[in-house]
Nanobody
Framework: QAQLVESGGGLVQAGDSLRLSCVVS????????MGWFRRAPGKEFEFVAT???????KVADSVKDRFAISRDNTKNAIYLQMNRLKFEDTAVYFC???????????????????WGQGTQVTVSS
């Protein structure tokens, strides 16, 4: 089992930055692929970013010039740095953990085995 706890969300203005954190217990982040997804009101889950065991990353085209995913093995955590936030970035952001070995980037929610409870990000225009 893995437990994931997100934090760092909040209410910000357009153009601001936020850094989301996801701390994992029960498993080590360096042993897994991990990802960030978001769900805006009335919309489906949307892939945001993923980081593989190797440390290589993939960020969704819609945000890749503004968002970045990273990992800190010493803190057993991953992060999502979000810059130049826009109103349309408003959503609940979830981190996810995949313990099954993978050789590709995992950019679909069904690829993941454990999820956090989510953290709300609200961007005012």
């Amino acid at each position: 089992q893995a437990q994931l706890v997100e934090s760092g969300g909040g209410l910000v203005q357009a153009g601001d930055s936020l850094r989301l954190s996801c701390v994992v217990s029960g498993r080590t982040v360096s042993s897994a692929a991990m990802g960030w997804f978001r769900r805006a009101p009335g919309k489906e889950f949307e892939f945001v970013a993923t980081i593989r065991r190797s440390g290589s990353t993939k960020v969704a085209d819609s945000v890749k010039d503004r968002f970045a995913i990273s990992r800190d093995n010493t803190k057993n955590a991953i992060y999502l740095q979000m810059n130049r936030l826009k109103f349309e970035d408003t959503a609940v952001y979830f981190c996810a953990f995949r313990f099954r070995l993978s050789y590709v980037y995992n950019d679909h929610k069904d690829d993941y085995d454990y999820w956090g409870q989510g953290t709300q990000v609200t961007v005012s225009s």
